[in-house]
Every structure is written in structure tokens, then in C-alpha cells.
């Protein structure tokens, strides 16, 4: 094979002049004559031959080999070049590849480069007829494998056709050991694209009919472990040559993500096999789907769990938020991330996830354009604010921003990423709006609580009274907006008692029982969507022990992967806001009072510390990040 393809080589190199034609094939018909009857070369091809049979790959080859018999063969459709003076001498003929020294590297090398850049320098072929594409191309890149076997194994052997290694420079052939050392460097660059090429498909939900928050409970939740895996995308080099990259090798980096990668296996192993937890002293049970896999899986994440922070970005769209107000949960999360913490890491090859600091809510207040209706400098912002960061650093292309995660509370947040495709489909949105039918995808993005705190100080008086001194069934107030909330007001505002269904609580009402006081003498606070699925009414509920009926469909709630909400909450269809009292009736006094006591027990996960504390609401939130990352992890 090898002799066959010096042969095919030094025939392509040649000229167009005919008589020179003549010349070579004379010469190339000689050389084969004596390269067949070489003993030596002959015992040394079949050494080679016996160990590539023996070889493990062996099967595989022949099996191609075979394959490749039964494809049409090619036909010269060029004319050859002529054979120039540089390709005979009065020098006996040698392996190029084994007889020249090493010092004659570099210059090989500028030969490649000359060579490339002239033109006709290569003969084309066209098939008798085309074959399938999939064997064409498994036939092609066989060829190229074993020639580029035979011609390791001719270079490592030292083998020297008719000549000692140590002939004299004059005596190689440059051309032809340009010829075949470009044709090899092809071969195997054309090799690597084929397997370097990346898969840009993406796991996503399809459309799908409207369902209620119980059903979405019902159906998409349990331990992570139970779920279907979503994949990393296959990664894509940076190329740009200021990135990170070029300060830290490929091997490196793929070493550091192996070994990121088993951790996280052993981690999800671990998770699996936790023995059965039935009581603890900081977890009550009925409160969790699975306490035991929780317990586990929160011990593993403070061990093992790291987070980088890029610290680009400009202030105050990037690297803080609103610390009060409605989307509070934006900038407290930002501002503990960005201050750091046991979870963040500054060395980024050590990180798990990578988060993007930004704030929807103040890009909304410093991009957005007061009744110009569109959203585009916020998201031409995300946009080229993503493209940054994937062109500094090497990460975001690894994974196709796949081990990446935003977190905003704006009704906005899904909305900005439909600008960036990888943004939008691969990386973990973490976001008050968690709306099925939105954007939002329940096996990789992730639901925020929304949390209003009206100043910097956080609320320590939390609470309420029990059930005998909540003499309203149910209350409800806020502005009417959304697709539910005008229903609400249709079917029950001033329509009975016991329900005290208001837009604005009226200032001669208010006068003597505020907001707050309502809540905390009603049984049922009613949480219906307006603009977004989610609302500040569910939290502020569970603060004042009063049991959150919520109503919003495809609605995902917070934390549910490991909260049991029917433990201390009722989900009610928006279709069945007309039979809301006779809902709130049918459930008994003693289910109450359990779902009521319990509220004061969930409520840790809720709550926003100066200083974190275990299980406290950011730990949560980190959870729910660390639970979707696990989710990747084949």
C-alpha cells in the first residue's frame, strides 16, 4: 500500500509535458519493480501487516476493506502534470519520509507552505457513478487512515529504498516529500473537522395543552434522579485570540471538566443510594417530596457545588439589582453572588455553573423607552452582553452556554433571551415567570420566588394567629390586570361576606384594617396571576400563616422538584373561579389547621437573611441551579 501510494504521489506531482509523462512512468514502473522484489522491504510490510491484523481495530479495518471493494472505482478526468527537473536526479531514489534527517524538517515545512499556494497543484476525480454518501465518505477517510498508518510505520522503521539514511540532501526528492507530507497534514485535518463538528440540537418542550398548577406538580416533579437527563450540547472552540483560551491549554481544560463531570456522577450516585431520612431536626417530612434525596442532595451541594461569576459588565444593568421593591429577588441574589460566597469560585475552571449578573429589571428601567412598545435594546443588550463573554472566554462555547444560568424576577426575564438562540434554548433561566406556555422549559430552567420587601431591612415579624381568630374565609386586593383577576372581581367582588374580593382595598376600609391585617385575619389568600403566572401574594401568604390558594395555569411554582405544595397550599383552575367558595368549604377544618401549621415551618425557605442561612431561600435557590445541573450529568 505504501509503495502505491509514493507511486500515486510522485505521478500526481508531474507536469503536463508529454514526454515527460513518458520519463516518469518509465521511472515509477522501475521503482515498483524494485520495491517488490526487496526482500527487506517485504519482511518489513509484513511485520506491519501481522500486527495491524492482530490488532483489536482489525475487524473493523477488514471489514471496511471489504466494503470497499464493491465501490466504483475512480477515474483520472484531469490531465496529470508533467514531471519537472526536481523530480529525477542522478541520485538512486529514496523513502523521502525515512531517509531524511531531522534538520530537514523546517525545511519540508516551507516547501508544504509554497506548495499550497500554488495553483493546479492537485488532480481532481470524478466517480463512474456515486455511491451512497455515507460509504463514499467511510471509504474516502479509511484510505486516508491507512495511508497515513503505512507511512508512520515506513517514517518509524527508518525504512531506505536503494539508499543509506544518511544520503546526501541533494539526493531526496523535496517536491515529493512535500507532496505526501501535505497530502498526510490534509488527510488529517479534513479528519479531525469530521469528528469536531458540533451537534446544535437542544432538549426542549413542545407545545402543550394548558394545565393547572396541580397538574404541573403532579406530573413534573420528584428527585432529579427520577427525570430525564438533559445533555450537555457538543462543544464548540473559541476562536478568538485574546480569549482566556489561549492562556490555558485544551488538555488542561479537558481534564479540569472530566473531573468536574465525576464528581458530580459520584455526587448524583450518592444522592441515589441516601438511606431513608424519617425525621429530622431542620426538615419536617409531609413538607417534602422525597426528604431523603433532599437531604442528601443539599449535604452534596454544600460540599461539592461551585459557581463562577463573570465580573464583566457594566453597573447598573450588570453586577447588581433592585434589592427591594417586587423584584427584590433579582438583586439580593445578584448582590450575594457578586459579593461571593462558599458556592463562588474565582478560578473558572473549577466551576460547575457560570453565572450572568445581569438585571432585567434595571435594564427595563435604563433601556427601555416609555411607550415605544418593543423590547429591543434590552435584548440587543443581553445579546451582545452574552457574545462577550463567549468571545473572552472559552466556557460559554464548551457548552454552548449550556452550564450557564441568568436569574431575573421581571415579567420580562424569558422574553429577553429570544435574541440569542443558545441564550434562549440552552441556558438555565431562573425567573418569577416560570410560564409553560411562555418559554419556560421544566427539565432545565428553574422557578424563582417573587419576594416583596418594601425596605433593605428584612422582615423579622413574620406570623400570625390560628384558625379561630380568622374570621374571613378568603381575601384578595391588587390591580386589575392579566387574563384572571377581572374574573375574580366579576364573580365574587361584593358578592358575598365572607369574601372579601377587592381591586383596592377601599381607604375607608383600609382606615382600619391594613393589607397586611387582612391577610392576617383570613384563612385563605387568594394569589391570582396578572401580568406574569407568579405573585408576591403566594410568599407574603406564607409569611402571615394565611393558606395560598393559587390560581394560575401552567404555572410552575418555586422550589416544587422539592416542595410538596399540597402539604400547605390549594391550587384552584382558572376555569373554577366561579365554584371558588364551595372549594374552600369542601376542605375540613383539620386539613386546615394542618396546612396552616405548616406554613410557619416552610416559611425558612422563603426568607431573605443579611447573612445566609442553611436552607434559607438563596440556598434554595442555588439548589434548584445545582438540581438542573445534576440533571445533565448521563
Not at 515506513?154 to 515529493?176: E, F, L, R
Request: with cysteine.
Amino acid at each position: 500500500m505504501l509503495d502505491r501510494f509514493r507511486v500515486g504521489s510522485l505521478l500526481v506531482s508531474c507536469k503536463q509535458d508529454s514526454w515527460r509523462v513518458v520519463v516518469g512512468i518509465g521511472l515509477m514502473m522501475a521503482l515498483f519493480g524494485a520495491l517488490y522484489f526487496n526482500q527487506a522491504h517485504r519482511n518489513s510490510s509484513f511485520v506491519w501487516l501481522s500486527r495491524t491484523l492482530a490488532s483489536p481495530a482489525s475487524a473493523a479495518l477488514n471489514a471496511n476493506l471489504a466494503a470497499k471493494e464493491q465501490m466504483p472505482k475512480y477515474v483520472d478526468s484531469v490531465p496529470l502534470p508533467a514531471l519537472s527537473s526536481d523530480h529525477y536526479h542522478s541520485g538512486p531514489l529514496v523513502d523521502p519520509l525515512a531517509a531524511a534527517p531531522l534538520e530537514q524538517v523546517s525545511e519540508m515545512n516551507k516547501t508544504l507552505d509554497e506548495a499550497a499556494s500554488k495553483e493546479n497543484s492537485f488532480a481532481t476525480f470524478k466517480l463512474e457513478s456515486s455511491p451512497p454518501s455515507s460509504t463514499l465518505q467511510s471509504s474516502k477517510q479509511l484510505d486516508q487512515v491507512l495511508e497515513k498508518m503505512n507511512i508512520s510505520e515506513a517514517k518509524n522503521q527508518q525504512m531506505v529504498v536503494g539508499a543509506p539514511s544518511n544520503t546526501n540532501s541533494d539526493a531526496i526528492d523535496s517536491k515529493s516529500t512535500s507532496y505526501l507530507l501535505n497530502e498526510v497534514e490534509t488527510t488529517v485535518t479534513e479528519i479531525a473537522s469530521q469528528i469536531a463538528v458540533p451537534s446544535t440540537k437542544s432538549t426542549t418542550l413542545t407545545d402543550s395543552p394548558t394545565l393547572t398548577t396541580a397538574e404541573i406538580h403532579e406530573q413534573g416533579h420528584g428527585s432529579s434522579l427520577e427525570r430525564n437527563s438533559v445533555h450537555f450540547p457538543s462543544p464548540t472552540p473559541s476562536n478568538d485570540s485574546d480569549s482566556y483560551l489561549q492562556s490555558s491549554s485544551d488538555v488542561e481544560n479537558s481534564s479540569s471538566r472530566f473531573n468536574l463531570e465525576l464528581g458530580l456522577k459520584d455526587a448524583k450516585q450518592a444522592i441515589v443510594m441516601a438511606p431513608p431520612v424519617l425525621r429530622d431536626a431542620d426538615l419536617y417530612h409531609p413538607l417534602y417530596r422525597n426528604l431523603s434525596s433532599f437531604k442528601k442532595s443539599y449535604e452534596m451541594m454544600e460540599q461539592v457545588f461551585k459557581v463562577y461569576v463573570y465580573d464583566e459588565g457594566e453597573k447598573p444593568m450588570v453586577q447588581t439589582g433592585p434589592l427591594i421593591g417586587i423584584y427584590s429577588s433579582e438583586g439580593q441574589f445578584i448582590h450575594r453572588m457578586v459579593q461571593g460566597n462558599q458556592f463562588t469560585v474565582k478560578d473558572p475552571t473549577r466551576a460547575h455553573m457560570f453565572f450572568l449578573p445581569y438585571s432585567v429589571a434595571n435594564m427595563v428601567d435604563k433601556l427601555y423607552v416609555p411607550d415605544s412598545y418593543t423590547m429591543q435594546p434590552i435584548n440587543e443588550y443581553v445579546r451582545d452582553y452574552v457574545n462577550m463573554l463567549a468571545t473572552r472566554y472559552p466556557f460559554w462555547n464548551d457548552t454552548h452556554g449550556a452550564d450557564h444560568f441568568f436569574l431575573s424576577c421581571h415579567d420580562w426575564g424569558l422574553a429577553t433571551t429570544f435574541d440569542h438562540k443558545e441564550l434562549n434554548k440552552n441556558a438555565m433561566k431562573v425567573v418569577c415567570n416560570a410560564d409553560l406556555s411562555d418559554g419556560f422549559i421544566l427539565e432545565k430552567d428553574a422557578s424563582l420566588p417573587e419576594i416583596y420587601l418594601h425596605s433593605t431591612k428584612l422582615p423579622k415579624r413574620l406570623g400570625g394567629p390560628g384558625p379561630k381568630k380568622r374570621p374571613i374565609l378568603a381575601f384578595f386586593a391588587g390591580q386589575m390586570h392579566g387574563r384572571v383577576r377581572p374574573l375574580l372581581i366579576e364573580h365574587w367582588k361584593d358578592k358575598d361576606p365572607d369574601m372579601k374580593i377587592y381591586e383596592v382595598i377601599p381607604p375607608e376600609v383600609a382606615s382600619k384594617m391594613s393589607y397586611v391585617q387582612h391577610m392576617k385575619s383570613s384563612k385563605y389568600c387568594i394569589c391570582a396571576m396578572g401580568y406574569e403566572v407568579n405573585s408576591p401574594r403566594i410568599v407574603e401568604a406564607i409569611y402571615y400563616d394565611c393558606v395560598p390558594v393559587i390560581i394560575a395555569d401552567n404555572f410552575v411554582l418555586p422550589f416544587s422538584d422539592v416542595l410538596n405544595w399540597d402539604a400547605f397550599s390549594l391550587s384552584l383552575p382558572e376555569k373554577d373561579i366561579p365554584k371558588l367558595k364551595q372549594f374552600l368549604l369542601n376542605i375540613s377544618d383539620q386539613k386546615y389547621q394542618t396546612m396552616q401549621k405548616r406554613l410557619k415551618i416552610v416559611r425558612k425557605h422563603f426568607t431573605w437573611h443579611e447573612q445566609v442561612v442553611r436552607y434559607d431561600v438563596f440556598h434554595m435557590i442555588l439548589h434548584s441551579v445545582w438540581d438542573r445541573r445534576l440533571r445533565q450529568v448521563s
